[in-house]
């Protein structure tokens, strides 16, 4: 791994790639889950419209939040946007609504917990968009979405037990550039919902995993058997515990990585994903 440029470090892949690469793809960090994915032509932007911290969670910069509310800069031509639940550091509906209407294209796919939430600050805007998409997956049924040469499985998880099963919460698989991203936002240590999503069936090249999965409990287990990626990253970090957490990753879980600030980006060339 070396940096190319303030705020991009370039992967560098010396092992065949099991697809055929169509193009080198990047992952651009954004506030707490939030990530952008591109293979320089389709982006798609998840648990990406949060600006304000919000509890232990961070925010964006405010040179980015000029950006995410024009839909320019850093934030422009995003052609999917994902959320995974309703809970404020992965959706802000008031910033999720200055969003989509700056934007002119981009299309959004989540629950409608979600999009009930969004409705209350921008009612019109979200009752008449075309842009606007409701989906409600069975478990074991994902929702597929294809858009420019990537593929995205939206499939249900659960977030919790007792109150928190009440949440509606989607993982999303990414196929985009030859590679296979996977975003979990902040699913439950529930080995039969992955089990349910069939993910020890699927390719994964990069995996972005909460770091409690990594602390003691059965978060390791659930790795090894559903999210055993050869790139795992680990989110949904407070900014006051970053440094605590980078410590104990190195010496435990010295191959993960953290992506650290907002606009921080992972470049994969064209060469392959991590090897396996």
Same mark, same amino acid.
């Given at each position: 791994?070396?940096?190319?440029s303030p705020g991009v470090v370039e992967i560098l892949l010396l092992c065949a790639f099991s697809a055929a690469v169509q193009a080198d793809v990047t992952?651009?960090?954004?506030?707490?889950?939030?990530?952008?994915?591109?293979?320089?032509?389709?982006?798609?932007? #998840?648990?990406?419209?949060?600006?304000?911290?919000?509890?232990?969670?961070?925010?964006?910069?405010?040179?980015?939040?000029?950006?995410? =509310?024009?839909?320019?800069?850093?934030?422009?031509?995003?052609d999917l946007a994902l959320v995974s639940h309703r809970h404020h550091e992965h959706n802000q509906p008031a910033f999720a609504c200055e969003f989509m209407q700056a934007s002119t294209s981009t299309q959004l796919y989540s629950s409608e917990q979600v999009i009930a939430?969004?409705?209350?600050?921008?009612?019109?805007?979200?009752?008449?968009?075309?842009?606007?998409?409701?989906?409600?997956?069975?478990?074991?049924?994902?929702?597929?979405?294809?858009?420019?040469?990537?593929?995205?499985?939206?499939?249900?998880?659960?977030?919790?037990?007792?109150?928190?099963?009440?949440?509606?919460?989607?993982?999303?698989?990414?196929?985009?550039?030859?590679?296979?991203?996977?975003? #979990?936002?902040?699913?439950?240590?529930?080995?039969?919902?992955?089990?349910?999503?069939?993910?020890?069936?699927?390719?994964?090249?990069?995996?972005?995993?909460?770091?409690?999965?990594?602390?003691?409990?059965?978060?390791?287990?659930?790795?090894?058997?559903?999210?055993?990626?050869?790139?795992?990253?680990?989110?949904? #970090?407070?900014?006051?515990?970053?440094?605590?957490?980078?410590?104990?990753?190195?010496?435990?879980?010295?191959?993960?990585?953290?992506?650290?600030?907002?606009?921080?980006?992972?470049?994969?060339?064209?060469?392959?994903?991590?090897? =396996?």
């Amino acid at each position: 791994m070396r940096c190319r440029s303030p705020g991009v470090v370039e992967i560098l892949l010396l092992c065949a790639f099991s697809a055929a690469v169509q193009a080198d793809v990047t992952l651009t960090q954004l506030a707490n889950a939030g990530v952008i994915i591109s293979d320089g032509e389709t982006r798609v932007m #998840i648990d990406g419209m949060v600006v304000e911290p919000y509890s232990l969670y961070g925010g964006l910069p405010a040179d980015a939040r000029r950006s995410f =509310r024009t839909a320019s800069g850093d934030f422009a031509g995003i052609d999917l946007a994902l959320v995974s639940h309703r809970h404020h550091e992965h959706n802000q509906p008031a910033f999720a609504c200055e969003f989509m209407q700056a934007s002119t294209s981009t299309q959004l796919y989540s629950s409608e917990q979600v999009i009930a939430l969004m409705r209350e600050k921008c009612r019109s805007f979200v009752t008449s968009s075309p842009r606007v998409h409701r989906v409600d997956p069975p478990y074991g049924e994902p929702h597929r979405i294809d858009r420019a040469g990537a593929v995205v499985s939206i499939f249900r998880l659960t977030h919790g037990r007792h109150k928190l099963a009440r949440i509606e919460h989607f993982g999303h698989l990414v196929e985009i550039g030859g590679m296979a991203v996977l975003h #979990i936002g902040d699913a439950a240590m529930l080995a039969e919902d992955f089990e349910r999503a069939a993910l020890h069936q699927q390719k994964i090249d990069v995996a972005l995993i909460p770091l409690t999965f990594f602390q003691p409990g059965p978060g390791e287990e659930l790795i090894r058997r559903y999210l055993d990626a050869p790139l795992k990253i680990a989110t949904h #970090i407070p900014p006051a515990e970053l440094q605590e957490a980078k410590s104990y990753l190195a010496e435990n879980f010295p191959t993960v990585q953290i992506i650290e600030r907002p606009l921080e980006m992972l470049r994969f060339s064209g060469y392959s994903p991590p090897p =396996r």
